[in-house]
Nanobody, 117 residues
Framework: QVQLVESGGGLVQAGGSLRLSCAAS????????MAWFRQAPGKEREFVAS????????HYADSVKGRFTISRDNAKNTVYLQMNSLKPEDTGVYYC??????????WGQGTPVTVSS
């Protein structure tokens, strides 16, 4: 059974930090670029960050560059998102999935992040 389970979200004040985790199971984790996405209230889901299999290449949305860091532990089939200097506009539900649209898996429940000003 394919599963993506996100965790680590919560309520934090502006300027604070959170570390999100995404545990993957039921599919071959190796070889695929993984990504984090987020969906703010009333908005469409958007790309946040991606990472390749070897962790050599990472990419970030302009809005989070310099503040967020994506990483992965292939032995644990887990992807992480370290979020620092959080802003109220970072509020939303955060999801992980494969980057490539053609390879997308069923979305998990996501983990909510709320940043208060």
């Amino acid at each position: 059974q394919v599963q993506l389970v996100e965790s680590g979200g919560g309520l934090v004040q502006a300027g604070g930090s959170l570390r999100l985790s995404c545990a993957a199971s039921g599919f071959t984790f190796s070889g695929d670029m993984m990504a984090w996405f987020r969906q703010a209230p009333g908005k469409e889901r958007e790309f946040v960050a991606s990472i390749d299999w070897t962790s050599t290449n990472t990419h970030y949305a302009d809005s989070v560059k310099g503040r967020f860091t994506i990483s992965r532990d292939n032995a644990k089939n887990t992807v992480y998102l370290q979020m620092n200097s959080l802003k109220p506009e970072d509020t939303g539900v955060y999801y992980c999935n494969k980057l490539a649209i053609r390879s997308r898996l069923p979305w998990g429940q996501g983990t909510p992040v709320t940043v208060s000003s």
